[in-house]
């Protein structure tokens, strides 16, 4: 069983240049979510998804985009990368809300 | 929205010793507080989590026990071991406002000295 699975799990671009982060869960989940991990900052909501087809802004989603493909998959879109999105990114999914969040391993990356 | 405050951020205990951590939070209607673990180089596990309508909540080692009046809850690992050594995260669910994501604390560095 694979769980929540994140792709790719290490990138380092230049300012400027856009990428896509990739995540799916075969657990049959309703919710899913993206989160950024900064040092000293614990886990910060970036956005989310409640259900397939629906996607809300969380607590920091400037220069981010998602896109809720279907049940399974979930995923993270920085269009012009900034030195500030240097993070590590976790993916992460529910049955339904408030409940146990089965997190990715998460993707570093570093914007130089 | 809710905040939550963790402490201490650093905690370094003898192997056998007990480990705290405690996070306070600030919205009263906050209903649900978990807590994580994240060993090095993973994406973080639930061990343990409470409900409001508990005062406290026991798992083998570990046990979380919550004060609504004083919204403060706190992790407590006993006969602490090697693989204790992680970061762990306090997390609390507020019913109120769009989000659907926890809250989660700024992280606790637990080192279990040999």
């Known amino acids: 069983n694979a769980g929540v699975t994140q792709t790719p799990k290490f990138q380092v671009l230049k300012t400027g240049q856009s990428m896509t982060l990739q995540c799916a869960q075969d657990m049959n989940h309703n919710s899913m979510y993206w989160y950024r991990q900064d040092p000293g900052m614990g886990l910060r909501l970036i956005y989310y998804s409640a259900s397939e087809g629906t996607t809300d802004k969380g607590e920091v989603p400037n220069g981010y985009n998602v896109s809720r493909l279907n049940k399974r998959e979930f995923s993270l879109r920085l269009e012009s990368a900034a030195p500030s999105q240097t993070s590590v990114y976790f993916c992460?999914?529910?049955?339904?809300?408030?409940?146990?969040?089965?997190f990715g391993e998460g993707s570093r990356l570093t914007v130089l | 929205g809710e905040n939550v405050e963790q402490h201490p951020s650093t905690l370094s205990v003898q192997e056998g010793d007990s480990a705290v951590i405690k996070c306070t939070y600030s919205?009263?209607?906050?209903?649900?507080f978990p807590w994580y673990k994240q060993e090095l180089g993973k994406g973080s596990q639930l061990i343990i989590d409470i409900r409001s309508n508990v005062g406290e909540k026991k798992d083998q080692r570990i046990a979380v026990t919550l004060n609504k009046t004083a919204k403060h809850f706190s992790l407590h690992i006993t006969e602490t071991q090697p693989e204790d050594s992680a970061v762990y995260f306090c997390a609390a669910k507020s019913p109120v406002g769009g989000a659907d994501g926890l809250t989660f604390g700024k992280g606790t560095h637990l080192i279990i000295q040999p």
């Open positions: 919205d009263s209607a906050s209903n649900y």
């Open positions: 992460a999914s529910t049955l339904e809300g408030p409940g146990e969040l089965f």
